[in-house]
């Protein structure tokens, strides 16, 4: 009863409402009791992720709003400053030279894990490894606040991939914040370790970052996957789709609601014409497009890289920098706002327009060059900034793509948070834009079919280069779902498609994406995706890869067992096994566990305990000789036992790091501390080397004990691989379950390790270079069927090979692939044409005989 | 320079065939060059992916195209005999019911596993488990000719489900095909084990069967992934977009080349206006049609199910039908098409129309209520069909959408290649434009916004509806990318992505998807998803679940050991522990060789080695007393051994069933081989009795040995849990590694077992039924701190509330949903409008506040 007398009340209320729009008090009220009994009746999941996407979609209109007043500010300062060159070009440079500073110096001071894309990191976050400091409201204001201000400023940087690790953060802090009220919550924000339920909670972020910045929920979600997970779990799928449409939903509504929009419509309308979006032949420039786009994005890539690099190697230069951290942004702050000065060099490359206006410009699907450029271009347009009257459009857009170009791989290595993909979009779509431009000028009456002249839509190359390069430099399909929600329109669906896969297919092979180019700079840990034409790693098995001298201790190992252990690797687990003999897997411990439990074993308790235990044998034993005071007695043991403890402590280097400041820890804290012993009687007869020496005995002979193992927290079934565990089903269990090592055995008996490096290293050892496939090491033995003896040199020269393979020029593989893949297109267009021309023939036979046959059962019907 | 000249050679070629369009047998000649030369440089899968494109595409285009045929020429003859109603209902009804009638025949004697949608067994199939015959060349033939068949004969069935099981096999079939070439195929084509690259081929090849499907190759993906997988591996993504984007393109094309279409289009291309695509306040009726379709959707698979569990459990109907296969599906058939007979009941259904022109006209964008349906209408459209002189255009719909419900559950039971997709979208379309009629009625002149009136698109609600309502049925969100692909236009992304996720939301909490609902009902072995609000599962660990008695063998075990444990179980694999104190886990032995190894074990050869060495020792303590003819004796001694084996061989019965054939057929054969012991003398002093014995004697002997494990096969690393492991985390694992059974061992000791089935049991107990969550049985102890004594009792009273609760009946249930949901609805509207209202209050006086900045700015500069 309780519940339908809820929902009349809540209902009736609600009408009353819509009639007065008024009363907002009373629903309030209505919130917090609809609240408590929804909590308990619906699982929290999804409420979670409305607040999560609502959240999101605010953060996004309101930074964007900021976003355009700044912008809106630089451009009225410019405006208003008309009347002298020079003052205008101060006002034009200053302004994001200011604020590029601020947003670097804030991110600097408050969480400098704010700086960059931010993708990469959650990559790393989502494949198992504990970030510390990306996931803190700290760095959500530094990277909201530090966002903003880059983008106000007019640089080419983008909003997508710093929106990413925004959203994961929410999702962070909203996790913490909702554990207050208990329930799943709890799970997700307890303690040090990320659970699952947190990693299914941040890969649905990830969509709501892609989906509230551009309004894409489908794309988002597919970006995110695409860009994030390695597996993904489908049942984590609704999740995704839910935050990210009622993120995307409300990001729109409330621009509706601010009377930017009449209606819920895409971000960057297109009007291309539905009934004939495109010509079959018109084809081959998409493919063009595609190819042309995966070099690009592959080059785009390694320049970005390059600058990284060159910047880390000069020592002379980093130094200067680091001491004044702003003065690098700033510089390259003022290079490129004085290159796109408009009255300057500007002129000749639209520098007045923002990102947003040239996205809208390059999607108009009028054509620029038929129009004759001066007169039909009204004023207010855009368009009009591609106008000038001594440089053709074509030259202008060239211009346009390679100083965007460098600029953009310049911008993106700024120490502010900034994405790549927005900058990377428009200089794609100036690229679509510029050879749809020159379809145009080439058929200016359009590939003529039956009859009906369709002209080109230039804007629709647009549309198909942004997908394209974006597609490139992220390695990812979706960049074409995410287009078709941008622009609202899905016609070129095919030529969109074609063209990415082909930029990717030239992409993948050449360079990795911008997202694993800045993790291996980062050093983050990774493990590489298994190639295009993988079906080598068939062949390679865990046994060709595996280190055989595994570090081990058995349930017999003595505390100087695990000392020398700890002196000796640097693994992160060792494993157990029962007896050296039977090498029999137990299960694994942390190192962090051995060092405690030895650290204790050689604790000062044990120790004090030992030396009271000696000193009561002695006082017995002295007793009888000699009885001093009491007092003076118990103080000299005291001291004794300290200055003994801290004399010998740093002597005994027990282990390499981290054993020793716990050791020294434990010593000198004992020095403030009273010892209770106050009863026991002492003679002077102990010698401080006798005391050493038993005090080292006594060390020895704990060092000799076994361990017991009662105690310990052992990860009782370490994953285990078998020797003929192929390295492709090896990188699929590891990139599933995120290991980080496993054990191989066999029967039971441990024989190896392999980490992560191991797999790594194999993995790239068999990469492709230039078409010749490198094989790891020892692949090549099981073949031959030899074993053992040559296997060092063998080994040396195919390290040879492998350095001379990778010292050949990045020149040389453009030129190799670019001729590979022609031949490829120019193979599969003939087998398609001359199909084609059979299967036409053939189908147009069939379609006369059958319309024949139809003509005459119609005869024969009148009949 | 060979690569150069092949370019320069291939281009020269290009170029001058490009002019001629003749040439054809050159370019045969060129592309077996060239073939030879990209097989040996570029990875051949792609080359796969694009030969399963173009077969699909091909047989996707022809499908097509003999439906379309056999659907036209039921409509000739229909047409032909307007004269005489009796004649034209004859021949309406005797059409579909022989076509119905050959495919379900011709399925039934080629292969009856083509038989129904296909999609379960893929499933099930990409989930590790082999099913034979589904994937050979005989199911193929039997599944495109039945297909077409079905489909021809106009009853609603889908193309989409069988249509991904014809691309999975046709990948099978490439890949057998393929492997002559060597290679990679040899991997996915080797043996009776498939391996991961063909599960690989065979998840690309279901992205395939629907992207050829509906020329939506984005929507094939994700609707692939949704639908089969639990995992899915981003590294195979691009195999599915690359395979599916060519098929989609080929399909196209052929429709281009055949002059249906003057350009590549979508397959339902719709022309909704762009600018102004729907109303933010129509959204409510967009939510409402999710909602109702999600309720729908769980009503048909309710409805499918009862149909198929009613046949099934009537045995004298059953009895009847099993005997005469082809009598079912004639009735059916005959129902069916006699409800739509045109001048019969079919006038108030739209009975002339196929499925095809049936969602045409309901994609229409025109509105049918206000153009007063007689006098706009031109003949030739579809819209006519709707059109009646004595009904309404609503009643009209209302009976379609009835009678087609419950025509679609009942034809999809039939035993033929269908699928249930296309008869849900379409009646979810017809249920949209009904829906969109009826606000279009309501709102003559649109939704009143600031001055233009845009009139409602009732188009958009049907697609809105075909959308929602086939991703209840289905399960599925990516329905939404499907509609977008097919019907050219995304411009209702919002209200369709809205309406998709409700309908799941609803269906997903009342009913399985179809596919499982199938996949129960067939009993096939799956795994459950976790549920939505799914956070209990975190406090049910492994060991509430597992089961202790675990059968295991150890390294000290005899063959008698064996033989028990053969006996008793039934699981597919035994443990090998080290022994029976220990416990400790080296492996898992298949059953299978555990079988083997007793039979050869005690097989003839060991026998008869017994015999002969038993017989040889007789000799020699016998020759001395008499000395009988060699050759008799020989003889003698053959026959007895022979009868001796087969006397006594089946009296023992050493495993129960498969065991029990081998050594029959051993023994069997053995009477008719001649053994080469023609040396042996022989006496007549052995007894029957003795030597049975004697037989029995070594038997007992052998079986007492202790087993040598040298010669087996033992799997060294079968996977671990340990007893803390959650019942999330176990269940993540089972299906990411698509795991049978697991060990659950602590530190090496093997404590217990968790197969698929307590997973199962586990999962499905604590499902939300209406709202209270029943834990597992054991799942409580843990918190209440008792153990032990009370937990039969618990247990069975926990059984006790499940099942009162499952007895609660279907419309409850519905009833409470509505109630939650329409609560939930309303919650979210208030906080929204109240949100709303805050916020716009804000943001008008920050716009305000900003514009009079700007205002008093601009004085200001022009001062």
């Keep these: 009863h309780c519940k339908v007398e809820h929902?009349?009340?809540?209902?009736?209320?609600?009408?009353?409402?819509?009639?007065?729009?008024?009363?907002?008090?009373?629903?309030?009220?209505?919130?917090?009791?609809?609240?408590?009994?929804?909590?308990?009746?619906?699982?929290?999941?999804?409420?979670?992720?409305?607040?999560?996407?609502?959240?999101?979609?605010?953060?996004?209109?309101?930074m964007d709003f900021c976003i355009a007043l700044l912008l809106q500010a630089q451009k009225w300062m410019y405006g208003g400053l008309d009347s002298n060159v020079i003052l205008q070009y101060l006002a034009w440079v200053t302004y994001p030279v200011v604020l590029i500073s601020f947003s670097a110096g804030f991110t600097h001071i408050v969480a400098p894990q704010a700086a960059g894309s931010g993708i990469p990191e959650m990559k790393t976050?989502?494949?198992?490894?504990?970030?510390?400091?990306?996931?803190?409201?700290?760095?959500?204001?530094?990277?909201?606040?530090?966002?903003?201000?880059?983008?106000?400023?007019?640089?080419?940087?983008?909003?997508e991939g710093p929106f990413v690790h925004i959203a994961s953060l929410c999702a962070a802090l909203l996790c913490k914040f909702m554990s207050f009220f208990g329930g799943i919550y709890?799970?997700?924000?307890?303690?040090?370790?990320?659970?699952?339920?947190?990693?299914?909670?941040?890969?649905?972020?990830?969509?709501?970052?892609?989906?509230?910045?551009?309004?894409?929920?489908?794309?988002?979600?597919?970006?995110?996957?695409?860009?994030?997970?390695?597996?993904?779990?489908?049942?984590?799928?609704?999740?995704g789709f839910f935050a990210a449409t009622f993120s995307a939903f409300i990001f729109r509504v409330l621009a509706v609601w601010n009377r930017d929009e009449e209606t819920i419509t895409a971000l960057f309308k297109t009007r291309f014409r539905l009934d004939f979006p495109f010509d079959l032949q018109e084809l081959p420039a998409f493919a063009v497009i595609g190819i042309a786009s995966g070099f690009g994005g592959a080059l785009f890539v390694y320049l970005n890289r390059l600058i990284v690099q060159f910047m880390r190697k000069q020592k002379t230069i980093n130094k200067?920098?680091?001491?004044?951290?702003?003065?690098?942004?700033?510089?390259?702050?003022?290079?490129?706002?004085?290159?796109?000065?408009?009255?300057?060099?500007?002129?000749?490359?639209?520098?007045?327009?923002?990102?947003?206006?040239?996205?809208?410009?390059?999607?108009?699907?009028?054509?620029?060059?038929?129009?004759?450029?001066?007169?039909?271009?009204?004023?207010?347009?855009?368009?009009?900034?591609?106008?000038?009257?001594?440089?053709?459009?074509?030259?202008?857009?060239?211009?346009?793509?390679?100083?965007?170009?460098w600029m953009s791989a310049l911008a993106t290595t700024l120490p502010v948070p900034c994405g790549a993909f927005m900058p990377v979009f428009v200089i794609g779509a100036a690229f679509g834009r510029l050879v749809g431009e020159s379809m145009a000028a080439w058929f200016p009456e359009g590939i003529n079919t039956d009859g009906i002249i369709y002209p080109i839509v230039p804007g629709g190359y647009a549309v198909v280069g942004a997908a394209a390069l974006s597609g490139a430099v992220t390695h990812t399909v979706s960049t074409a779902v995410i287009v078709f929600e941008l622009t609202g329109q899905i016609s070129h669906i095919l030529p969109i498609m074609i063209a990415v896969i082909l930029a990717n297919a030239v992409a993948q092979s050449l360079q990795p994406s911008i997202y694993d180019s800045i993790i291996r700079i980062k050093k983050l840990p990774y493990l590489p995706e298994l190639g295009w034409g993988h079906h080598e790693k068939y062949n390679i098995r865990v046994e060709d890869i595996m280190v055989r001298d595994v570090r081990y201790i058995t349930l017999n190992s003595t505390y100087r067992d695990l000392h020398e252990i700890l002196l000796i690797g640097n693994l992160k687990t060792v494993a157990l096994v029962e007896s050296a003999e039977?090498?029999?897997?137990?299960?694994?411990?942390?190192?962090?566990?051995?060092?405690?439990?030895?650290?204790?074993?050689?604790?000062?308790?044990?120790?004090?305990?030992?030396?009271?235990?000696?000193?009561d044998a002695e006082r017995k034993r002295v007793s009888v000789v000699s009885t001093p005071s009491s007092e003076?007695?118990?103080?000299?043991?005291?001291?004794?036992?300290?200055?003994?403890?801290?004399?010998?402590?740093?002597?005994?280097?027990?282990?390499?790091?981290?054993?020793?400041?716990?050791?020294?820890?434990?010593?000198?804290?004992?020095?403030?501390?009273?010892?209770?012993?106050?009863?026991?009687?002492?003679?002077?007869?102990?010698?401080?080397?006798?005391?050493?020496?038993?005090?080292?005995?006594?060390?020895?002979?704990?060092?000799?004990?076994?361990?017991?193992?009662?105690?310990?927290?052992?990860?009782?079934?370490?994953?285990?691989?078998?020797?003929?565990?192929?390295?492709?089903?090896?990188?699929?269990?590891?990139?599933?379950?995120?290991?980080?090592?496993?054990?191989?055995?066999?029967?039971?008996r441990l024989i190896g390790v392999v980490?992560?490096?191991?797999?790594?290293?194999?993995?790239?050892?068999?990469?492709?270079?230039?078409?010749?496939?490198?094989?790891?090491?020892?692949?090549?033995?099981?073949?031959?069927g030899t074993s053992g003896t040559s296997s060092e040199s063998e080994a040396t020269e195919l390290?040879?090979?492998?350095?001379?393979?990778?010292?050949?020029?990045?020149?040389?593989?453009?030129?190799?692939?670019?001729?590979?893949?022609?031949l490829g297109n120019l193979y599969l267009s003939c087998c398609f044409f001359s199909l084609a021309v059979a299967l036409m023939t053939f189908f147009l036979q069939l379609f006369l005989f059958f319309s024949q046959f139809r003509s005459h059962s119609e005869q024969f019907s009148q009949l």
């Excluded at 890969?203 to 390695?230: D, K, R, Y």
């Excluded at 039909?376 to 368009?383: C, L, P, Q």
């Excluded at 453009?814 to 590979?820: I, K, N």
Aim: charged share 20%; glycine share 6%.
């Design 7 to 62: 929902a009349i009340k809540i209902y009736s209320i609600y009408t009353l409402n819509a009639c007065s729009w008024s009363c907002c008090a009373l629903f309030v009220v209505c919130a917090v009791h609809c609240q408590r009994f929804l909590m308990s009746r619906v699982g929290e999941d999804w409420i979670f992720l409305i607040l999560l996407g609502l959240v999101m979609a605010l953060v996004s209109f309101v």
């Design 125 to 159: 976050i989502l494949r198992g490894v504990v970030l510390k400091e990306y996931l803190t409201l700290k760095t959500f204001v530094a990277k909201v606040v530090g966002l903003t201000c880059a983008l106000g400023s007019g640089l080419p940087l983008g909003k």
């Design 186 to 239: 709890e799970y997700c924000a307890s303690g040090n370790k990320w659970g699952k339920k947190n990693t299914e909670m941040l890969a649905a972020a990830c969509a709501v970052g892609v989906g509230c910045c551009f309004a894409a929920p489908i794309g988002g979600v597919l970006f995110s996957i695409e860009v994030t997970s390695t597996f993904f779990a489908v049942r984590n799928y609704w999740r």
């Design 320 to 405: 200067f920098l680091m001491k004044k951290r702003l003065l690098y942004p700033a510089l390259v702050t003022l290079l490129i706002s004085t290159l796109s000065f408009p009255p300057g060099f500007g002129q000749f490359m639209a520098g007045q327009l923002t990102q947003k206006e040239t996205l809208v410009s390059f999607f108009d699907n009028r054509t620029w060059t038929k129009q004759g450029m001066t007169e039909d271009f009204n004023y207010d347009s855009h368009s009009a900034a591609w106008k000038h009257p001594q440089a053709n459009v074509f030259v202008i857009l060239v211009i346009f793509i390679v100083m965007k170009f």
């Design 582 to 615: 039977s090498m029999i897997l137990l299960g694994s411990i942390e190192r962090a566990q051995l060092q405690a439990l030895l650290t204790q074993h050689l604790s000062r308790e044990r120790r004090l305990e030992f030396i009271r235990d000696r000193a």
């Design 632 to 748: 003076e007695g118990g103080q000299k043991v005291n001291h004794e036992i300290s200055t003994e403890e801290s004399s010998f402590t740093p002597a005994r280097p027990i282990s390499p790091k981290p054993l020793k400041p716990a050791l020294k820890r434990t010593s000198t804290a004992e020095k403030n501390i009273e010892i209770p012993t106050s009863n026991i009687t002492h003679t002077h007869t102990f010698t401080y080397l006798w005391k050493h020496f038993k005090i080292e005995e006594w060390e020895e002979q704990q060092l000799d004990e076994q361990v017991n193992f009662n105690s310990w927290k052992i990860d009782p079934a370490p994953f285990q691989l078998v020797e003929r565990t192929s390295l492709h089903k090896t990188h699929t269990i590891f990139s599933l379950l995120g290991l980080d090592h496993a054990y191989v055995t066999s029967i039971g």
């Design 755 to 784: 980490s992560l490096r191991e797999l790594r290293k194999a993995i790239e050892g068999s990469m492709t270079v230039k078409g010749v496939k490198v094989r790891p090491p020892l692949a090549s033995f099981r073949d031959s």
């Design 799 to 822: 390290h040879k090979l492998w350095d001379r393979h990778t010292s050949i020029n990045l020149f040389e593989r453009f030129v190799w692939c670019l001729v590979v893949l022609t």
